[in-house]
């Protein structure tokens, strides 16, 4: 069965980065685009950018710019973000999910905070 | 990007009676390749979104026939014919024609 398992929760200091998992298991890794998702409880749900699994290409959310980095290492089936100088802002539970949107992952709740 | 609108933002339904969510974009969402990328989630508490209905009113696998997928261009709509306990929680529509893909800000539906 397909599954998306995500790397566990983070707390980091503000202007700090961390970085995310997202291992895919049950199909094709490279199949698939791995987009990336960040929710919070004032704007809901966004869409931060997918990577193309086999090429490593990516396309931003133009907000995410310069924010989110998306990676894969296509021998573990694993993609990554990694989000880099973090404000209280980008507090926030972050999703991947595959494309066509039928499998997400758990999520992955980052906290900001001094 | 494409606004999606999706009203009501909450929604009180009693066990067995019927839903309506409704979802309008700002631009037509029909892509260049004739189809139509609008999906419909529900996010119970604690959980992922998971995917209820995609391509407007295709019913994903072990989603139940009560619910139902609607609209074209810009307005779409989510049916619940006979809302059950199971069904509560967050519904958000999300467009995935135009990039950056875009979601609605949700529609809770709770028990009355």
């Known amino acids: 069965q397909v599954q998306l398992q995500q790397s566990g929760a983070e707390l980091a200091k503000p202007g700090s980065s961390v970085k995310i998992s997202c291992k895919a298991s049950g199909y094709t890794f490279t199949s698939y685009y791995i987009s990336w998702i960040k929710q919070t409880t004032g704007q809901g749900l966004e869409f931060i950018g997918y990577?193309?699994?086999?090429?490593?290409?990516?396309n931003y959310n133009e907000k995410f710019k310069g924010k989110a980095t998306l990676t894969v290492d296509k021998s573990s089936s694993t993609a990554f973000m990694q989000l880099s100088s973090l404000t209280p802002d980008d507090s926030a539970v972050y999703y991947c999910a595959r494309s066509g949107w039928e499998y997400w992952g758990q999520g992955v709740m980052v906290t900001v905070s001094s | 990007d494409v606004v999606m609108t999706q009203t009501p933002v909450s929604l009180s339904v009693a066990i067995g009676q019927p839903a309506s969510i409704s979802c309008k974009s700002s631009q037509s969402l029909v892509h260049s390749d004739g189809k139509t990328y609008l999906n419909w989630f529900l996010q119970r508490p604690g959980q992922s979104p998971k995917r209820l209905i995609y391509l407007v009113s295709k019913l994903d696998s072990g989603i139940p026939d009560r619910f139902s997928g609607s609209g074209s261009e810009t307005a779409f709509t989510l049916k619940i014919s006979r809302v059950e306990a199971d069904d509560l929680g967050v519904y958000y529509c999300?467009?995935?024609?135009?990039?950056?893909?875009?979601f609605g800000a949700g529609t809770k539906l709770e028990l009355k």
């Open positions: 999300l467009q995935g024609t135009h990039f950056p893909h875009t």
């Open positions: 990577i193309k699994t086999g090429s490593g290409g990516t």
